[in-house]
């Protein structure tokens, strides 16, 4: 496993990290899950900036600041909900890693933390994303030499089991 990525037990706001990435929705106005959690610990200045940012299309990833939060910057990505896995979610799940991963590249960042995008309310089938997410950060990490340290912050079990499987040699 590349000495870079780290797997972590934790609720990425208490992460002190140069970007978090939220698993958002096209609107960017908030809701549950990590993207909730987000909000309430950046406080009221996120969604203000939100609401300037004309929503995100899935697959693809934008940047506020992160306020309140230990992390600089929050990327907002927009996970595919899943249907089934025959309208291109694998690919839209994959953008969003590549295209936060970039952005980090394109900010010259050191640090990123994700949560497991489209593992909650939007039911990918876990196995299936981590071994995705796991394939573009290797990806990810070799474009963009700066990067320092990809966290994966797993709130679940299920979550961190699948990484460790795909971390082992
Ligand atoms: N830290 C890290 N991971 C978390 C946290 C946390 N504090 N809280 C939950 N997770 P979800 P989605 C995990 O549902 O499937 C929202 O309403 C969670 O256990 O947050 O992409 C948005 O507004 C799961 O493994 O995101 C969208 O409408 C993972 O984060 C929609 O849900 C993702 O679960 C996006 O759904």
Redesign the pocket.
């Given at each position: 496993m590349d000495p870079r990525i780290e797997l972590l037990k934790?609720?990425?706001?208490t992460l002190k990290v140069n970007a978090i990435v939220n698993?958002?929705?096209q609107g960017l106005l908030?809701?549950?899950?990590?993207?909730?959690?987000i909000h309430r610990a950046a406080g009221p200045g996120l969604l203000e900036e939100c609401r300037k940012m004309g929503g995100c299309a899935t697959g693809d990833c934008k940047a506020t600041k992160g306020y309140l939060l230990p992390a600089r910057w929050v990327f907002h990505a927009v996970?595919p909900v899943w249907e089934g896995g025959g309208r291109g979610e694998d690919g839209l799940l994959a953008s969003c890693y590549r295209k936060a991963l970039d952005l980090a590249g394109q900010m010259s960042l050191q640090t990123i933390a994700f949560?497991?995008?489209?593992?909650?309310?939007?039911h990918?089938p876990i196995p299936r994303a981590c071994a995705i997410a796991w394939k573009e950060i290797q990806k990810g990490l070799s474009r963009n030499p700066q990067l320092e340290k990809v966290i994966l912050?797993c709130?679940?079990d299920e979550?961190y089991e699948a990484y460790r499987r795909l971390a082992r040699p």
């Open positions: 934790a609720d990425i706001t698993a958002a929705n908030g809701g549950g899950g990590v993207d909730g959690a996970g949560p497991a995008i489209s593992c909650g309310v939007y990918f912050a709130f679940e979550v």
